[in-house]
């Protein structure tokens, strides 16, 4: 298969080209820069020029495959409206070019949205409510299988290695700038997380195996606490570890990443393993937090 990849150099791009190209795929890369490009040269992929922005050079991309895998989201969040807003704009694009094909587009969410019900992980057949945020990726790649598109929903968790970690590194920016360690309460809020190179072998196996509408999570761990996060990092940094109140999570952690630190969202993989055939084998987070590879200077 032909698989047009929209953040193709990117974390967790970087790990699921070469295993797309393992499988037997050939794909097509789409990435801004220059040191992308050849990063994906040497990965035996081809290079497509392009930014989300570019709605006609997304159409391009997707003309040219046989399927799509839509990583790409601007991560900005002093802007995250405008980044939610072309995320939305970009996969109905990619949608008008693959309608009526029944080919595949994988689209990327996460599990740490809406309103999770306490002592229930969120499961992968549980509907996204409707809740205001303002992220729809879910949604806008759902809307695609009414138009005959074989839509899949990746929902994602805290991916990680130890370089980056998801929402986790953002934790570590604040940390390093308040020299603290923070956690709201008590601390019992979960996140669920998963290995990026676990999390390229599920891409690989919903491109191959899932049926129109099916949602997936990316998840090998069902929740790591907060605490258990901060212990860590705390350790790592060498930084003191303290407690908040959610009164002050907003202002402490800044926008989106104070929301989520208020939340407990375990999230179950149980339908994931069993209807696609994935066993998650990489470290836990905690274990790459232990080995966090830390910037110069830090």
């Known amino acids: 298969m032909r698989v047009f990849v929209t953040g193709a150099s990117g974390f967790i791009g970087s790990a699921l080209v070469p295993e797309l190209i393992q499988a037997g795929h050939t794909v097509l890369g789409m990435t801004r820069s220059q040191q992308g490009a050849e990063a994906l040269v040497k990965a035996g992929a081809a290079v497509h020029r392009g930014t989300l922005e570019d709605i006609e050079s997304l159409k391009a991309g997707a003309a040219q495959a046989d399927g799509v895998i839509h990583l790409a989201f601007n991560h900005d969040f002093t802007n995250f409206q405008k980044g939610c807003e072309d995320d939305r704009k970009a996969i109905e694009a990619i949608g008008e070019v ?63 290695d130890t370089r980056k970690q998801g929402l986790v590194s953002f934790l570590i920016r604040v940390a390093l700038e308040k020299k603290k360690l923070a956690y709201v309460g008590d601390g019992s809020q979960r996140w669920a997380a998963a290995h990026v190179s676990d999390t390229a072998r599920l891409y690989r196996l919903a491109l191959e195996k899932a049926e129109a509408g099916s949602k997936w999570h990316a998840v090998a761990e069902e929740g790591v606490s907060a605490k258990e996060i901060a212990e860590a990092l705390g350790r790592r940094l060498n930084l003191p570890v303290v407690s908040i109140t959610a009164e002050e999570a907003p202002a402490h952690f800044q926008f989106v990443v104070g929301h989520f630190m208020t939340l407990d969202c375990p999230s179950s993989n149980a339908k994931t393993r069993e209807r696609l055939g994935w066993e998650p084998s990489g470290p836990s987070l905690i274990e790459d937090l232990n080995h966090l590879v830390l910037a110069e200077g830090v």
């Open 98 to 160: 693959l309608a009526g094909s029944g080919k595949p587009l994988i689209g990327t969410g996460g599990v740490l949205v809406g309103n999770p019900v306490p002592g229930h992980p969120v499961d992968e057949d549980d509907v996204r409510p409707a809740d205001g945020f303002p992220r729809q990726s879910e949604q806008a790649t759902l809307e695609t299988v009414d138009k005959g598109v074989r839509g899949i929903v990746m929902r994602l968790s805290q991916i990680h």
